[in-house]
């Protein structure tokens, strides 16, 4: 089945440390995303491109940073982690069109000590 | 500024009993909404889109323009409902696409 996959599932890790969380997908659409869910702030956007060459900030890009390596990859990175980056960390795709729906990887733990 | 509102943090209603999510959003243009639903540790997915006007597990969500709210609605709530449902907002024009409300946990009890 097509789908949208995360590694790793969970990480914990080191204030100052550079961690890099991946997305796949095998939807063949070309809009990825990233998203961080805290408990009663919902999902905020980070960091979306609508294809390989495009990548945009979102509303909370500082202290991350993105790569769209081809279509079907897009990353993650913390170059220097803080605690307050401890969240749910989500990708998501869509496909291109005014309807899309965004369908959504499984999610990434992350605890920042 | 677009804006998505979910007034209700949690919501817990009883086996049967109707429900109702609220979802207000503030857009000047016009906007195509949504409603996500995460079960217990399931990924988000969607549930239903106003374009669509469809029933989807018994849920329904009407957009009403001049109240600007698009709250979702069951007339018999199970306990397999019980999930976190966030409002979403597609935008047609602007930076990019998706606002996503703060998100509303619904409780059924048995």
């Known amino acids: 089945d097509a789908d949208v996959t995360q590694t790793p599932r969970n990480r914990i890790t080191k204030t100052g440390k550079r961690i890099m969380l991946e997305c796949s997908q095998t939807k063949g659409h070309d809009r990825m995303y990233w998203y961080r869910q805290d408990p009663g702030l919902g999902l905020r956007l980070i960091y979306y491109?609508?294809?390989?060459?495009?990548?945009n900030k979102g509303e909370i890009s500082d202290g991350y940073s993105v790569s769209r390596q081809a279509q079907a990859k897009f990353s993650l990175s913390l170059e220097s982690a803080i605690p307050n980056q401890t969240a749910l960390y989500f990708c998501a795709t869509s496909p291109t069109g005014v309807k899309e729906t965004q369908y959504f990887g499984p999610g990434t733990r992350l605890l920042v000590l | 500024a677009q804006r998505v509102t979910q007034p209700e943090k949690l919501l817990s209603v009883f086996k049967g009993a109707p429900v109702e999510l609220k979802c207000n959003y503030s857009?000047?243009?016009?906007?195509?909404l949504f409603w996500y639903v995460q079960y217990s540790r399931q990924r988000l997915q969607l549930l239903l889109r106003?374009?669509s006007r469809e029933s989807i597990k018994g849920f329904t969500a009407d957009l009403n323009k001049g109240e600007t709210s698009f709250h979702l609605k069951k007339p018999f709530a199970q306990e397999e409902d019980s999930a976190m449902y966030y409002c979403?907002?597609?935008?047609?024009?602007?930076?990019?696409?998706?606002?996503f409300g703060t998100g509303t946990r619904l409780k059924v009890l048995a």
């Open positions: 979403a907002l597609n935008r047609a024009s602007g930076t990019y696409k998706y606002i």
């Open positions: 857009y000047s243009g016009s906007p195509e």
């Open positions: 491109s609508f294809d390989v060459k495009d990548i």
């Open positions: 106003h374009i």
